[in-house]
Nanobody
Framework: QVQLVESGGGLVQPGGSLSLSCAASGSIFSINTMGWYRQAPGKERELVATITSGGTTNYAESVKGRFTISRDNAKNTVYLQMISLKPEDTAAYYC?????????????WGQGTQVTVSS
């Protein structure tokens, strides 16, 4: 089994900061790309940021300059540091990972963590 668990969500005022983490556990052979996605009410799930096993990052235009994705390969953990948060950042944030498990690559999702930006 593979499990991804997110943590760090919460309520923050506009302009504030939050840091999210996602830890993968199980009989994992390897993890390639990891990423963060978000989904607001009434909207499609969208990519926020991704990071390869080698550290190459990709960001949605809406978060460039404000969010930073990083990972610790030894801990199978990916992080998302968010600053200068805006109300439009409010969403459920989901962790995703491409995992080699039981000799096959597959995509796995966390359960989501809520980020609410409001005064």
């Amino acid at each position: 089994q593979v499990q991804l668990v997110e943590s760090g969500g919460g309520l923050v005022q506009p302009g504030g900061s939050l840091s999210l983490s996602c830890a993968a556990s199980g009989s994992i052979f390897s993890i390639n790309t990891m990423g963060w996605y978000r989904q607001a009410p009434g909207k499609e799930r969208e990519l926020v940021a991704t990071i390869t096993s080698g550290g190459t990052t990709n960001y949605a235009e809406s978060v460039k300059g404000r969010f930073t994705i990083s990972r610790d390969n030894a801990k199978n953990t990916v992080y998302l540091q968010m600053i200068s948060l805006k109300p439009e950042d409010t969403a459920a944030y989901y962790c995703n990972a491409e995992v080699l498990y039981d000799s096959e690559w597959g995509g796995y999702w966390g359960q989501g963590t809520q980020v609410t930006v409001s005064s």
